[in-house]
């Protein structure tokens, strides 16, 4: 019995250091990294930075940005981005000539409305809630059930 209270005591203790280092902050468009102004300025032409937070987690930071055509846009640590979401779909610019290409000969008149970028590729989703997986190259790998 005391070693279950004093288990349960360590991971509560855990717990709460960890949900301490989480922290998430609104900051002004100057203060996003560099490389994630000069991203937006050149893809979201005529857009602005209506909020901007930075996420702060033990060992991660993050940068998030709505834009005032709706767009939003999350950054790493160094401005590179990571996922890229609008109801409208997203400029060309944004996607990789591959995707774009499978997506406009295999989904006509489907709009790419969110792209995350992984280690192993990139998840796309369509207009339509269609989910797909393309590999690093751009290759279509699988649609996601």
Do not use: C, H
């Not at 280092?21 to 979201?44: G, H, M, R, V």
């Not at 609008?86 to 792209?115: D, E, H, M, T």
């Amino acid at each position: 019995m005391k070693k279950q209270l004093t288990l349960l005591l360590t991971l509560i203790t855990v717990n709460i250091t960890l949900l301490s280092f989480a922290q998430e902050k609104k900051i002004n468009t100057a203060q996003l990294p560099s490389t994630a102004q000069n991203f937006i300025k050149q893809n979201f032409k005529g857009a602005t930075v209506t909020s901007a937070k930075l996420d702060k987690e033990m060992f991660d930071t993050d940068y998030d940005a709505t834009l005032s055509n709706g767009v939003r846009i999350n950054f790493d640590s160094k401005g590179n981005w990571d996922e890229i979401e609008s109801r409208n779909g997203l400029p060309s610019s944004v996607i990789p000539k591959a995707i774009s290409s499978y997506v406009a000969a295999n989904f006509k008149g489907q709009n790419i409305v969110q792209i995350d970028k992984k280690i192993a590729g990139y998840d796309i989703e369509l207009s339509n809630g269609t989910e797909l997986e393309f590999d690093t190259a751009g290759k279509f790998l699988r649609i996601d059930d």
